[in-house]
């Protein structure tokens, strides 16, 4: 019987928000350098910084949006991308800037309610 190692590569966080210029680029910007996970970042409006692809979704293990749209907006342009994948709405609204210090502390309780309380 051959031994296998266990799986030690960093989960793959993908963080989605409408213009990835303020909420999902925070999320990605806290996982910089973290040991267990991976962030990327993208938004679902035409100008966004970065718009979401279908690679975006099929390097992702977790998709998480900041509101109830996103997953309606990937559901719709993406349905066989999305199948298996685990989607978590953050329920976190469009009022934040960059790096705002309110959205970081709600961004690290959000994720800790649904990745658990070591994440960050």
């Known amino acids: ?17 409408s213009q990835n210029r303020w909420r999902s680029l925070s999320a990605e910007r806290l996982f910089d350098g973290h040991p267990h996970y991976e962030a990327r970042s993208a938004g679902t409006e035409p100008g966004a910084r970065v718009r979401v692809a279908a690679g975006h ?8 949006v900041m509101e109830r749209r996103h997953t309606e907006i990937l559901q719709q342009k993406f349905r066989e991308e999305l199948a298996g994948k685990r989607i978590i709405n953050l329920r976190i609204p469009d009022k934040f800037q960059f790096m705002d210090h309110i959205l970081l502390d709600l961004l690290r309780e959000r994720l800790r309610e649904h990745l658990g309380p070591a994440v960050l």
């Open 57 to 64: 979704l099929g390097w992702a293990d977790v998709v998480l």
């Open 1 to 17: 019987m051959a031994y296998s190692a266990p799986d030690t590569s960093p989960r793959k966080l993908l963080f989605i928000c």
